[in-house]
């Protein structure tokens, strides 16, 4: 009997996708063509990569679990651990929410990532109502970080622009309030990005006065995709750019 070499590359953690559209992967097109020969097949799945020999492909992909809907029930636990607890204890998990410029970088995206400074400056403000929000306590519900959400505050919805595209953040509600923050794994644990809005805005006011009203309805038409326009240029201060952007949004966001 012949015996065929299988070589397999173990699963290799990334973040650019997660939830619906990393699952249709393992059945779409492209994972039919990795089993249908012997060329090396490459399989994303939710959170993970996975290269294997063709027939094989789709087989060890069901081996790469999905890590998202694990990742929220442990975030729940987490806030459930603290909520309604100390003040202090409730700031200092607040405080562990705190990224450093590592992780800032490792999670956002450009012209983000410049931006660690305005990001450490709105924690640090947010911080105390956050944590004595955390201290009252409630019952904690947490979900994927998804475009289009209506329930996301307007931080959470400009906080997505940041982060890569299927990056799978979270978002919690205490007691039916939300807690204004995106969270994000990091390779500490948990932390959070909050003060997006307020930082697109202050970028933006001080280079084309009058235009950061847009960003005051989280839209999704070509009002908001006129606005990603405005946030990316002035984060990027590219003056000509913003100016053209501005006059769009002007003319269409009535």
């Given at each position: ?27 779409g097109p492209a994972a039919r063509t990795a ?139 205490l007691d039916g309030a939300a807690l204004d ?74």
């Amino acid at each position: 009997m012949r015996t065929r070499r299988v070589t397999h590359v173990p699963c290799a953690a990334r973040t650019a996708a997660s939830g619906p559209a990393a699952r249709t992967a393992a059945s779409g097109p492209a994972a039919r063509t990795a089993a249908s020969g012997p060329a090396v097949g490459r399989i994303r799945h939710s959170g993970f990569t996975c290269s294997v020999l063709g027939p094989l492909a789709v087989l060890l992909a069901l081996g790469c679990r999905d890590p998202a809907p694990a990742a929220r029930v442990e975030l729940a636990a987490l806030l459930r651990s603290v909520a309604r607890g100390a003040p202090a204890r409730a700031a200092a998990a607040v405080a562990g929410w705190r990224l450093d410029r590592a992780s800032w970088d490792a999670v956002l995206v450009e012209p983000y990532r410049a931006a660690y400074a305005d990001y450490a400056r709105a924690f640090d403000a947010a911080a105390p109502a956050l944590a004595a929000q955390l201290a009252r306590g409630g019952p904690v519900t947490t979900r994927g970080h998804f475009t289009g959400d209506p329930r996301l505050t307007r931080g959470q919805a400009r906080a997505r622009w940041a982060v890569p595209v299927q990056f799978p953040s979270e978002v919690a509600e205490l007691d039916g309030a939300a807690l204004d923050v995106v969270f994000v794994r990091t390779r500490t644990g948990w932390g959070a990005i909050t003060g997006i809005d307020a930082l697109l805005e202050a970028r933006i006011e001080a280079q084309q006065p009058g235009c950061a009203v847009h960003l005051a309805r989280v839209r999704a038409d070509a009002c908001g995709e006129i606005v990603w326009m405005v946030a990316d240029a002035a984060l990027r201060a590219d003056r000509p750019r913003l100016a053209r952007a501005c006059a769009l949004a002007a003319n269409v966001c009535r």
